[in-house]
């Protein structure tokens, strides 16, 4: 997927930190640093650029394991993760909605939580062929 | 180098033996070790110009296939296509428990320093690793009990217990 | 119970030193994760969504008080303060830092507890029997055929990089309630024509994309051969299983493709060739690891109990007296299980405090004794029929009295979506929904026996091929649906379940699960389960009752 030309998706990189095993996401705030908020997290607008930054990040001191790419959603005007998984990376457990990072709040963790109950929310049963 | 783990003793040697191609001319009489192929081809011939011969298995290759000619066989190398494939321990245990061989067990391919434990108690003597001897003596040495018996011959929990009481 | 000695408590312990170099190498950085992963499974830690997951063993599902304890403090001081019991019968802990696992296990190491094998393809912790030692139905306590089995497969040199997991249960009754259909070897224990004990060996059953139901390789195996044949299972499994497809390697795929009885002759055939003297138990040692499980002496109680039944005119506690408390083998004792499924609780959670708390019941009333069930429950065997009230209490205290076992709300969950890397859907949410639609006792105890099963994906930790009702968490373009089963069983009946229909959608699971129980409520028979009305009058009906407001799309 490249992303370049479309304005409502972006890719963010994300991986677990070694030691400590938390979510962490490649930083904005300078290259190769990596933060667990995923507010601070870098937006890059094409896969390329995020995998090139990923490859300078290897550099740092601070080990991460299983690095990939993420792809994002803007429909709601804040950048969110497009999978469920990845929002529940992002935020913690949907069951415990004390643990993990979204139990600090603010505007960016709400609108993951509202991403979350989106795709959540459906009308009556609905149903998928089987294979 | 060569990983050697014989009487309890781990050093590290000069492997004597050279592994010889599918293709390559034989040469003067020296240790080697020849793939399964060559060895159903050649083993006679060389044997007979007193070499000292070598057969590598892959991981699928059965020992059973071998047991004709294992008393003269001075190494018989089982490989690791990779350190989780698993076949090779129980191919070790059968050369030394089912037939006895007393020769070389030798570990090749992806021979990994956390597997040293379970290499030599299913019977490996030899290693060909990038592991220090140091780190192999650790690593061999890390249990002081063991729960079963295998083909390295050291007493189990059960045994002692029995043995104590 | 079992009480380690000087020897295992050695093993134990330099396992820990080991996995500390282990965890050291990696740190620094001269273990690579593709080398290190297979060595952190072997020690129980999976890396998964949020962080680390220690898996701690609790051998065949038997904890003292002070193990209990031990975990509790793990819970509180390493993670953040809970843990959630398997369907493995083991304990995990989903916060866990990698820094901190040496140290987690050196602590669990001073309380005889570990994390061996919890992972990784080698032979995992042997399952059994919840009600071991006190169900008066059994022919011999299988803990001790468990602690033989953990043992010998303990740091087994030879059978610890098998193509795929492997996973053994063991039971000594016919009744069932250690799903050996399902594992890839199951033990019957029983008594032969000279009432010698003898096992019946089941092998290939198991979950996962190709469910199969374990079928019968060898009858009538003395018991004291016990472990040169699994050896020699095993022997044919590590040299013949498949290595080219992860999703083929299970012994039930070699099973099936070599056919039963091509299997079994190879299996037998190297049990011929094997050394029995060097590998199966000696008569010594086995009377040691019996002796160990002798049933501390219970108080004779009489057949009745006063306070027990004087008890039961309360309402709530007769609740829990039919539906948590089952006979003992002892007169005037009871087996008490322990529901860690509350109403929107997490189907097999358990707070720090809870743990302590439970440690303390079982200390006055179960001999220090709890056990681990494979629903997720937790049980005290040896509860006195004149203490079940007060137990009662001491449970109603700490929010873990629901009298629902094996019930509707009685869920097994796998921590799905919200925990697990390998999920397509969550499965707690999915749990808590549907025992809400159960939470009036007196229409939940109408339904009567229901076991709703769900797993996040299709490695089924969840069991859900063996639920009443299973429940497959699917993704469909990245939303959550779920495929429902019907008819499945994990108990002597053993059964795979049939798909329903096509999958529902998230918000719809607990509506149709309420539909099946409804619709059992107007055609079963006096007498008749859910399950047993299923059978009689196969999905049409229940498929109706699923789908007949459903839109298509
Ligand atoms: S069934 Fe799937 S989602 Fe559930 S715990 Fe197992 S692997 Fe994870």
Not at chain 1, 35 to 45: K, L, P
Not at chain 2, 97 to 119: H, N, P, S, T
Not at chain 3, 353 to 361: C, N, P, S
Request: charged share 25%.
């Amino acid at each position: 997927m490249t992303s370049g030309v479309r304005t409502d998706r972006a890719t963010a990189v994300t991986a677990n930190a070694l030691g400590g095993g938390e979510v962490v996401f490649l930083a904005s705030s300078s290259p190769s640093a990596w933060t667990a908020r995923f507010e601070d997290a870098a937006i890059f607008d094409s896969d390329v650029a995020a995998e090139a930054a990923l490859s300078a990040a290897a550099a740092s001191d601070f080990k991460v394991v299983d690095a990939y790419l993420i792809a994002l959603d803007n429909s709601a005007g804040v950048w969110t993760p497009l999978s469920l998984r990845e929002r529940i990376r992002a935020l913690g457990p949907t069951t415990e909605p004390q643990l993990g990072p979204q139990a600090r709040g603010g505007r960016v963790v709400e609108a993951l939580q509202a991403a979350d109950s989106a795709a959540r929310s459906s009308g009556r049963i609905r149903l998928i062929r089987r294979r | 180098m060569l990983i050697l783990s014989e009487d309890g003793g781990v050093r590290a040697v000069e492997d004597r033996f050279t592994v010889l191609g599918d293709e390559e001319g034989a040469g003067r009489a020296r240790p080697v070790i020849l793939s399964r192929a060559r060895f159903e081809a050649d083993a006679e011939r060389l044997w007979s110009e007193g070499f000292e011969l070598g057969v590598r298995l892959a991981a699928d290759d059965k020992v059973e296939d071998l047991a004709y000619d294992l008393p003269r066989l001075a190494v018989v190398a089982l490989e690791f296509p990779k350190f989780r494939d698993g076949r090779a321990f129980t191919s070790a245990v059968l050369l030394r428990q089912r037939y006895g061989f007393l020769g070389e067990v030798r570990a090749v391919g992806d021979v990994l320093l956390d597997q040293a434990f379970a290499m030599v108690r299913c019977g490996f003597s030899a290693f060909e690793t990038r592991a220090s001897a140091a780190d192999w003596a650790r690593a061999i040495g890390r249990y002081a009990v063991v729960y079963q018996t295998s083909a390295d011959g050291r007493q189990p929990a059960f045994l002692a217990r029995a043995t104590k009481s | 119970m079992y009480a380690y000695d000087g020897l295992d408590r050695s093993l134990v312990r330099d396992r820990v030193d080991e996995f500390r170099d282990q965890v050291a190498r990696r740190l620094a950085g001269s273990l690579s994760e593709e080398q290190f992963k297979p060595l952190r499974l072997m020690n129980g830690l999976y890396l998964q969504l949020h962080g680390y997951m220690l898996r701690v063993a609790i051998p065949y599902g038997v904890l003292s008080s002070a193990k209990l304890r031990a975990l509790a403090h793990v819970a509180r001081r390493w993670d953040r303060g809970y843990g959630h019991f398997t369907t493995r019968q083991n304990l995990q802990f989903h916060w866990v830092k990698l820094s901190e696992t040496p140290d987690i296990l050196a602590y669990l190491a001073e309380h005889d507890l570990h994390a061996i094998q919890t992972s990784g393809n080698c032979i995992r912790n042997t399952t059994t029997d919840p009600f071991a030692g006190a169900a008066r139905d059994e022919a011999d306590d299988p803990r001790v055929w468990c602690e033989v089995i953990r043992q010998w497969s303990t740091l087994h040199p030879e059978f610890s990089y098998l193509p795929r997991k492997f996973k053994i249960a063991v039971t000594a009754s016919a009744k069932d309630r250690a799903a050996i259909k399902a594992h890839d070897i199951g033990l019957r224990l029983g008594r032969d024509a000279e009432g010698r004990l003898v096992f019946e060996v089941l092998v290939g059953g198991g979950l996962g994309r190709t469910p199969h139901i374990g079928a019968l390789v060898k009858k009538d195996l003395p018991a004291d051969r016990l472990l040169s044949f699994l050896t020699a299972i095993l022997r044919v499994y590590n040299r013949e299983g498949r290595r080219d497809n992860l999703y083929k390697a299970r012994i039930k795929i070699l099973v099936s493709e070599l056919g039963l009885a091509a299997f079994a002759e190879k299996v037998e055939q190297e049990w011929a060739a094997l050394d029995p003297t060097e590998i199966d138990i000696l008569g010594t040692e086995l009377a040691r690891i019996r002796g160990q499980f002798a049933l501390a002496k219970l108080d004779p109680r009489p057949a009745v109990s006063r306070g027990f039944e004087a008890a039961r005119t309360r309402e709530d506690f007769a609740r829990f007296a039919r539906n948590n408390i089952a006979p003992h083998k002892v007169q005037g004792y009871g087996i008490v299980t322990i529901s860690l499924k509350g109403i929107g609780d997490t189907p097999g959670d358990c707070t720090a405090d809870q743990m302590e708390a439970i440690a303390d019941l079982a200390e006055s009333y179960s001999q220090s004794e709890i056990r681990v069930t494979h629903a997720q429950n937790l049980v005290l065997p040896n509860v006195a029929l004149d203490d079940a009230l007060a137990l009662f209490e001491g449970l109603r205290a700490i929010g873990l009295a629901s009298a629902n076992i094996n019930l509707a709300s009685d869920i097994i969950a796998c921590p799905g979506l919200d925990y697990c890397a390998l999920a397509n859907a969550r499965a707690i949410p999915i749990a808590q929904a549907i025992a809400r639609r159960f939470e009036d006792p007196i229409f939940e105890e109408a339904v009567g026996e229901l076991q709703v099963k769900i797993s996040g994906c299709i490695n089924a930790c969840g069991h859900h091929h063996l639920g009443h009702i299973g429940i497959l968490g699917v993704d469909k373009k990245g939303e959550e649906y779920y495929q429902l089963t019907l008819g499945g069983s994990g108990a002597e009946d053993a059964a795979i379940g049939a798909v329903l229909g096509p999958a529902v959608a998230a918000g719809d699971v607990a509506d149709a699960v309420e539909a099946l129980a409804r619709r059992y409520l107007e055609v079963r028979q006096p007498e008749e389960r859910f399950l047993d009305t299923v059978r009689r009058l196969g999905p049409t009906p229940f498929k109706a009752a699923v789908y007949e407001h459903a839109d298509t799309v």
